[in-house]
């Protein structure tokens, strides 16, 4: 069974620009997370999305939005980036909802903001 | 409040010892559960354990073992004869159910020379 995969591993982007990273779930996870992880900050909670529908939301600006498609493939987006913004973004999939189904995290995407 | 404290920032031992990570957590939910994860160099987090607030009872995997005590708000995870792969950052994590997310602690380095 394929992993959680996220696209694209690597990414460099000037200040003031927008990126989408992609999130595919594992085949059957309904339930996928987006997190920020950092140096300063550490790991905190974006998003939340099941069935297509935000579910929950962590405290981020709102620069920050993502989307769930109707195949659970999920995107976020990041609109005039910050040089804070640059950090792992890690995305998580479960069957349903967390935490009674365990989380399966991909490898994340390295943004890197100059 | 949710906060999750992992004091350890960074832990060294050498091949075969014990080791210990310390995890405190705060929360006002009567219900929550408690993680373990490891983060290899690779970037993706790895799901140790899961643990509800109605269950104490300390759990043994192989050479992992965690201990659970609500009176003193911690959950530690101890790693017996440990191995050089065992290096890798480990992360504590809360899930209270009015909260509804994820709270991570900060981290524990974990080198283990051989």
């Known amino acids: 069974k394929a992993g959680v995969t996220q696209t694209p591993r690597y990414l460099i982007k000037t200040r003031g620009q927008q990126v989408t990273l992609s999130c595919s779930p594992i085949?059957?996870?309904?339930?996928v997370s987006w997190y920020q992880q950092t140096p300063g900050q550490g790991l905190q909670f974006l998003f939340e999305?099941?069935?297509?529908?935000?579910?929950n939301k962590g405290n981020f600006p709102g620069r920050f939005s993502g989307r769930q498609f109707s195949n659970s493939r999920s995107e976020m987006n990041v609109s005039t980036l910050e040089l804070g913004d640059s950090a792992l973004y890690l995305c998580?999939?479960?069957?349903?909802?967390?935490?009674?189904?365990?989380?399966?995290f991909g490898p994340g995407t390295r943004l890197t903001v100059t | 409040a949710q906060k999750v404290t992992q004091a350890q920032t960074e832990i060294s031992v050498v091949e075969k010892e014990d080791v210990t990570l310390d995890c405190v957590y705060e929360?006002?939910?009567?219900?929550?559960?408690l993680f373990w994860y490891k983060q290899p160099p690779s970037g993706e987090l790895v799901f140790l354990i899961r643990?509800?607030?109605?269950?104490?009872q300390n759990e043994i995997s192989g050479r992992y073992s965690w201990n659970f005590q609500k009176s003193t708000s911690s959950f530690n995870f101890t790693i017996t004869a440990s191995q050089v792969v065992d290096s890798a950052v480990y992360f504590c994590?809360?899930?209270?159910?009015?909260?509804?997310?994820?709270?991570f602690g900060s981290g524990t380095k974990l080198n283990v020379k051989p």
């Open positions: 998580a999939s479960s069957l349903a909802a967390p935490p009674t189904y365990e989380q399966y």
């Open positions: 085949s059957g996870h309904r339930s």
């Open positions: 999305y099941f069935s297509e529908t935000q579910r």
């Open positions: 929360t006002r939910d009567t219900t929550y559960y």
């Open positions: 643990r509800n607030s109605f269950d104490e």
């Open positions: 994590a809360l899930f209270g159910a009015n909260f509804n997310k994820f709270y």
